[in-house]
């Protein structure tokens, strides 16, 4: 059973910063893409940011510069930095998972991800 658990959420304020992380275990992946997306309450839900098992990471433009995805040396942690916070990042952060084909790990396509954690809070006050 797959699961991915985050954590590190919480209260900042405006150009402050966080370090999201995401333990998984028991994923059947060789290959894979691990992102973080973001849903704020009555908007989709947003790619932020996305590594492949090769290493290769990709951010969506708002985040460029602020925001680093990385994994520990266990590769079953992804953590994401995220500094100079702004209050429109307030949202609910998930870690997702798929299967990474050898193509593109994409951030646009949330329903292509196959495991998902429960979400971690973050709260960025002007």
């Known amino acids: 059973q797959v699961q991915l658990v985050e954590s590190g959420g919480g209260s900042v304020q405006s150009g402050g910063s966080l370090r999201l992380s995401c333990v998984g275990s028991?994923?059947?992946?060789?290959?894979?893409?691990m992102a973080w997306f973001r849903q704020a309450p009555g908007k989709e839900r947003e790619g932020v940011a996305v590594i492949d098992s090769d290493g290769w990471t990709s951010y969506t433009d708002s985040v460029k510069g602020r925001f680093t995805i990385s994994q520990g040396n266990a590769k079953n942690t992804l953590y994401l930095q995220m500094n100079s916070l702004k209050p429109e990042g307030t949202a609910m952060y998930y870690c997702?998972?798929?299967?990474?084909?050898?193509?593109?790990?994409?951030?646009?396509?949330?329903?292509?991800?196959?495991?998902w954690g429960q979400g971690t809070q973050v709260t960025v006050s002007s």
């Open positions: 997702a998972e798929k299967y990474y084909s050898g193509s593109y790990c994409s951030l646009s396509q949330p329903l292509e991800y196959t495991y």
């Open positions: 028991g994923s059947p992946y060789s290959r894979y893409c």
